[in-house]
Nanobody, 123 residues
């Protein structure tokens, strides 16, 4: 499956953004889908994931209660709604898919990554 992220931008602290990840080549219902992020000078970290049936949703502690992951199987797209953004949320955000695991926080060594989308939160 090929993934293309979009929706990033510059926002003030406390603002909101919605990221989109459009999948092609396969249907997202065959995968657990998720988001990761990588801040400058830091390792890539897990943000959120949703299982192939949509029943299991997992968030990193740092974003729980502020971010929401959702999917639209008709549009073959996964979203990340980000509210109450903080400067520490500044990072490049990447979408990822896993055909084997129901959640993406269990693995970090995914090989194929898209170009990501930059999110910058100003204070």
């Amino acid at each position: 499956v090929q993934l293309v992220e979009s929706g990033g931008g510059l926002v003030q602290e406390g603002g909101s953004l919605r990221l989109s990840c459009v999948a092609s080549g396969d249907i997202i219902s065959n995968y657990a889908m998720g988001w990761f992020r990588q801040a400058l000078g830091k390792e890539r970290e897990f943000v959120a994931s949703i299982s192939w049936a949509g029943r299991t949703i997992i968030y990193a502690d740092s974003v729980r209660g502020r971010f929401a992951i959702a999917r639209d199987v008709i549009k073959n797209t996964v979203y990340l709604q980000m509210n109450s953004l903080k400067p520490e949320d500044t990072a490049v955000y990447y979408c990822q898919a896993d055909r084997s695991l129901p959640r993406l926080d269990l693995k970090s060594d995914y090989e194929n990554w898209g170009q990501g989308t930059q999110v910058t939160v100003s204070s």
